[in-house]
């Protein structure tokens, strides 16, 4: 592209979007939503112990950096001038706890990854001072049932079992954030005048924010014990929040001076970046997790099926909120990641799609990847992962069929949630995510659900909608929302190619497994908040111990007959 081409682009915005794998930079062009460049760098899971799921912060941090110049680096060699990027936006997964040190800058903890399993016996705790032990007993205020899943259970863990944390909060040293306050406060300076904030959409997944005064809610703070003056302010989705500081990470200080103006949870990046933004239009991500989201508008719905209902987007500080209602599975792209890095059975997440490909069925073998229990619509933290209906006959390739085919049979699970809860079913699901370059996998969903599943041309939808956040921000205003100004998308569309009746047969069989695969875990804490080691054993383990140890006392006894 010729320098003066670049410069004819006219303004461009940036995007980071943080997600639970990976972190990447892109670059669009404000006026046509083309995608100019991008990088992007794999981000390492520690699992310290079983159910246990950490990110080092700071390794977040510097690969935000790092995606910052190798982006800005692209651009160059191809003669855009970077000086045209004039907002950037973040998405970010949301959930994952990080408490930090506001002095030295540092964390003060591995963050605790959304899909972390340590805090059940939290929970259980949390759950025996609510009336009934009702999971669901904030939810008119928080949308949220009380689970593992969401934030607060995750800091009260940490102020429980963390001294450092504990000590920094008595000293008022302690910053709570989910990733993009994080990276928001760390990106504007830091401990040098570092803005602590977050946007609703992050907060509204904490369990301490109510979704309808869209504030802190003290009732929730005080009965989870946190102090109110750790958590960050709750600014709007599209807002000018502060300016890029230069960082000694990033050689040649890009983007210095350049607002920070945009900020979405992942999910609802994504369902901006579809453009969902009248009521009833959904969209499917298919991530480390998976995530459907319905825009139900200025009204927050509440679900009678197991869903959540969550802050969808605020578009500007004056703005109308808009809510969602949400399906929440825990493990879809996680799946591939595990038959690659734990079973060893493939080597790139693309020989999953080719090894399926060849067999073109599961032959009879179910996988359920309850890794971290099961999300919606069950809320079964005890459910572990199965895989049933093995034969001789079962090679890798039938179970990487049934891995791609369980993260489609989880999103019917939902997608039959929603139907039943907004009363219209979907006529097309639109969908977004890395793992929907996967055609094996879109024509599985298109079979399983029986209607088509369109895909945009352009897949990198959660940047997107935070480039739109950051470029529509007051002070910005180069990225138009209203309707008629909005790019079309082209699609890729998925229609269904087998009978209903044999999805519905295979769907029975899925659900079966699903119900083996539940009761699986107990969780009896110890006095440290630790699980022991005997309370994540199977079930089965027990009852085999128990009889193992009673027939042979009868034999030492000398009473069996």
């Known amino acids: 592209m010729a320098a003066s081409a670049g410069a004819a682009l006219g303004p461009l915005v940036g995007a980071i979007d943080q997600g639970t794998s990976s972190t990447r930079f892109l670059v669009f062009n404000a006026k046509t939503a083309e995608l100019l460049s991008h990088h992007q760098v794999e981000i390492q899971q520690k699992f310290p112990k079983e159910g246990w799921v950490e990110q080092d912060a700071r390794e977040i941090l510097q690969s935000v950096h790092e995606c910052v110049e190798r982006t800005c680096e692209k651009l160059k060699q191809l003669n855009i001038d970077i000086t045209n990027i004039k907002a950037i936006g973040v998405s970010n997964q949301r959930e994952t706890t990080v408490v930090w040190d506001k002095t030295t800058g540092e964390p003060l903890y591995n963050a605790i990854v959304w899909l972390d399993l340590r805090t059940q016996s939290t929970v259980e705790r949390l759950l025996n001072r609510i009336p009934g032990k009702n999971k669901s007993f904030f939810k008119p205020r928080t949308g949220l049932p009380l689970s593992t899943y969401f934030s607060a259970v995750k800091l009260r863990w940490l102020l429980d079992n963390v001294e450092e944390i504990k000590q920094a909060v008595d000293d008022g040293r302690a910053m709570f954030g989910t990733i993009d306050s994080w990276l928001i406060w760390s990106l504007t300076g830091g401990r040098n005048g570092g803005v602590h904030c977050t946007d609703v959409t992050n907060a509204s997944r904490t369990m301490l924010f109510n979704i309808h005064s869209l504030e802190w809610d003290p009732e929730l703070c005080q009965f989870f014990d946190i102090p109110v003056e750790i958590l960050p302010k709750v600014r709007s989705s599209s807002e000018i929040y502060g300016l890029m500081k230069i960082s000694s990470a990033v050689k040649s200080g890009a983007l210095t001076g350049v ?16 453009m969902c933004f009248r009521d009833g239009q959904a969209k499917n991500t298919y991530g480390t997790g998976c995530f459907l989201l319905c825009n139900t508008g200025p009204k927050s719905v509440f679900s009678e099926h197991g869903l959540l209902t969550t802050v969808a987007y605020q578009l500007g500080r004056d703005k109308p909120v808009c809510y969602a209602l949400e399906g929440s599975v825990a493990i879809a792209g996680a799946v591939v990641r595990w038959l690659r890095d ?25 996988f359920v990847p309850a890794f971290s229990g099961l999300y919606a619509p069950y809320w079964e933290p005890s459910a572990r992962g199965i895989i049933c209906g093995l034969t001789q006959f079962t090679n890798k390739n039938h179970i990487a069929f049934a891995a791609l085919e369980a993260v489609c049979f989880q999103t019917r699970e939902i997608l039959d949630a929603m139907n039943k809860d907004c009363g219209i079913p979907l006529s097309q699901l639109q969908v977004d995510g890395g793992m929907t370059n996967n055609k094996v996998l879109m024509q599985l969903q298109a079979d399983i659900l029986c209607i088509p599943v369109v895909k945009p041309s352009m897949p990198e939808t959660t940047a997107l909608g935070a480039a739109m956040a950051a470029g529509a921000a007051e002070g910005v205003g180069i990225w138009s929302l209203d309707p008629g100004d909005l790019t079309a998308v082209t699609c890729e569309r998925f229609e269904p190619q087998i009978n209903p009746e044999e999805s519905e047969y295979r769907y029975a069989r899925w659900k079966k497994a699903v119900m083996k695969s539940m009761g699986w875990e107990t969780s009896e804490p110890h006095s440290n908040g630790d699980t022991s080691i005997f ?25 069996n007959k």
């Open 259 to 274: 607002p920070i103006s945009g900020c979405l949870g992942d999910q609802s990046a994504a369902l901006v970046g579809q």
């Open 535 to 559: 309370c994540s054993l199977p079930l089965g383990f027990y009852i085999m111990s128990s009889m193992i140890m009673f027939i042979g006392a009868k034999y030492i006894s000398g009473t």
């Open 342 to 366: 734990n079973l060893g059975i493939v080597k790139s997440s693309q020989e999953v799609e080719k090894l399926a490909a060849e067999v073109g069925t599961s032959y009879g073998c179910y």
